[in-house]
């Protein structure tokens, strides 16, 4: 009876990850920390599944593989909750939606390409997608600052400001696709040249290296992660992974205020996505809003003011 639920349990717990997954692939845009940002908050805050600083751990780790960041981080997270099955499935949910998606618009790139109703939505979802990143960014540093060194102070706000002021690992979100970068450029390229075959070949073979690697690094972490010099270069690795989802929420931010940090000035400000990013930072802080749902949400407020207030639009 005790194995019966065991593996009921594990199913329950599997279909959770490849749905998770798989929408927040679905409906993300922006690059791969905020990906990795919803992971957090869902197998972090709202099911407890793993902690804060072994998310931290799995980016870390995840970033010094080949292959997407958000994607090796969802692989190593999978791993962490239900094995190498888990690792398969968090891979399988993550990767399937720009392959769809893509499938879908290569059909009708030009069309998508130049209608103003969708790029206006996408403008919307992008506000979203700030108040997201600003949401976990205050959440994760709170968590890391607590009972803080001098030393953890330094490293925090000097790797923000290399990955600020180098730009690294940011990527704008001037692509028209949710999910991870790399995946949606495997895919459309090729959709474009081999249709649905090309698809998967593409997008197959830009992850298989990647997940071989990564289930190796996870397999070690989960043997030697309790040990004590392990621990401590971790922890030295954790204020830099805060840094990173800080400086990618101040370009998110940037471009979806500003469209881009380089026109930073109160003439170039669109108000009402600023207006609509805070109140959905107010709604995620206050847990009335999921952020799938602030995300969605935003998207349907730009469809509504493309049709319906198109004076409101910058």
Not at 264 to 282: C, K, P, Y
């Amino acid at each position: 009876m005790e194995n019966s639920f065991c593996l009921i349990k594990n199913k329950n717990r599997l279909w959770t990850l490849f749905k998770t997954c798989f929408l927040i692939s679905a409906c993300t845009f922006g690059g791969g920390m905020v990906i990795i940002s919803l992971l957090q908050k869902k197998f972090v805050e709202e099911l407890g599944w793993i902690d804060q600083n072994e998310v931290m751990d799995l980016t870390a780790i995840a970033q010094s593989c080949p292959g997407v960041m958000s994607v090796n981080t969802s692989i190593m997270i999978g791993y962490r909750i239900c094995g190498p099955l888990g690792a398969v499935i968090t891979a399988l949910g993550t990767v399937m939606p720009p392959m769809i998606i893509l499938s879908l618009i290569s059909l009708f790139y030009t069309q998508f390409r130049s209608n103003p109703a969708v790029s206006v939505i996408l403008k919307g979802m992008q506000a979203g997608v700030a108040a997201v990143m600003m949401n976990v960014s205050i959440t994760m540093t709170s968590g890391v600052i607590t009972g803080a060194s001098i030393l953890t102070w330094i490293m925090l706000i000097g790797a923000a400001a290399a990955v600020l002021i180098l730009d690294a690992d940011i990527i704008s979100i001037a692509e028209m696709t949710p999910g991870p970068l790399g995946i949606n450029i495997a895919s459309f390229v090729g959709t474009r040249t081999a249709g649905v075959a090309g698809t998967l070949i593409a997008t197959l073979s830009y992850i298989l290296p990647a997940l071989v690697i990564v289930l190796i690094l996870s397999w070690f972490y989960d043997r030697y992660r309790s040990l004590e010099g392990v621990q401590g270069v971790l922890s030295g690795l954790r204020p830099a992974v805060v840094a990173m989802i800080i400086a990618a929420a101040v370009q998110l931010v940037g471009t979806a205020w500003w469209d881009g940090l380089s026109h930073l000035a109160l003439e170039n400000t669109n108000w009402t996505a600023v207006v609509l990013s805070l109140v959905l930072l107010i709604l995620l802080q206050k847990k009335k809003l999921g952020p799938i749902q602030a995300i969605l949400a935003s998207g349907a407020v730009g469809g509504a003011v493309y049709w319906f207030l198109p004076q409101l639009l910058p």
